[in-house]
T-cell receptor
């Protein structure tokens, strides 16, 4: 079956521009996560959506970052007024939270480069 | 708040050597524990998981991990590594019960030399 799909796979933009990254989770998965993977920084948690509950935004690094999840499915991560330090691979993962021990399924990520 | 520490950032081994990657977590309750692997050019995928029962869990490709509750550890082991094990390995923890987020460690890059 289809896995987690992220688009675009690569994005190059100029400093100061806004970008939108999209994640299509696996159908039926109620939990959705965004992470950022930077060189030498490991996997950094950004935001977590679970069903209709308020998202856990504790990992968002600044107010330039925001995310939405419409209809409990597709999610969009938006970065406003991008800075060079935003350059990273942005990963999305989803899991089925009907059982508490469900592992996450990751997409291939969006590689964001800020010039 | 939960946290995960992976003390080895970069490990280099020769083929057939034994592997142990450290993972320590901090959480004041029952946990679920995971190891994920990211092979070069591929996405993260689950290697193994622990949620209850036998603290020694076996995963794919000959990997295993042991949950030692008293040490808050979940180290990953493999008796004999192969060149194809070259990858980045991430330990992760999630509080058991309810809907709780997963926290990842910073990862360990393993390089296996033929």
């Amino acid at each position: 079956g289809a896995g987690v799909s992220q688009s675009p796979s690569n994005k190059v933009t100029e400093k100061g521009k806004d970008v939108e990254l999209r994640c299509d989770p696996i159908s039926g998965h109620t939990a959705l996560y965004w992470y950022r993977q930077s060189l030498g920084q490991g996997l950094e948690f950004l935001i977590y959506f679970q069903g209709n509950s308020a998202p856990d935004k504790s990992g968002l690094p600044s107010d330039r970052f925001s995310a939405e999840r419409t209809g409990g499915s597709v999610s969009t991560l938006t970065i406003q007024r991008t800075q060079q330090e935003d350059s990273a691979v942005y990963l999305c993962a989803s899991s089925f939270m009907g059982g508490e021990n469900q592992p996450q399924h990751f997409g291939d990520g969006t590689r964001l480069s800020i010039l | 708040a939960q946290s995960v520490s992976q003390h080895n950032h970069h490990v280099i081994l020769s083929e057939a050597a034994s592997l142990e990657l450290g993972c320590n977590y901090s959480y004041g309750g029952t946990v679920n524990l995971f190891w994920y692997v990211q092979y070069p050019g591929q996405h993260l995928q689950l290697l193994l998981k622990y949620f209850s029962g036998d603290p020694l869990v076996k995963g794919i490709k000959g990997f295993e991990a042991e949950f030692i509750k008293s040490k808050f550890s979940f180290n990953l082991r493999k008796p004999s590594v192969q060149w194809s094990d070259t990858a980045e390995y991430f330990c992760a923890v999630k509080g058991s019960g309810g809907y709780q987020k997963v926290t990842f460690g910073t990862g360990t890059k393993l390089q296996v030399i033929p």
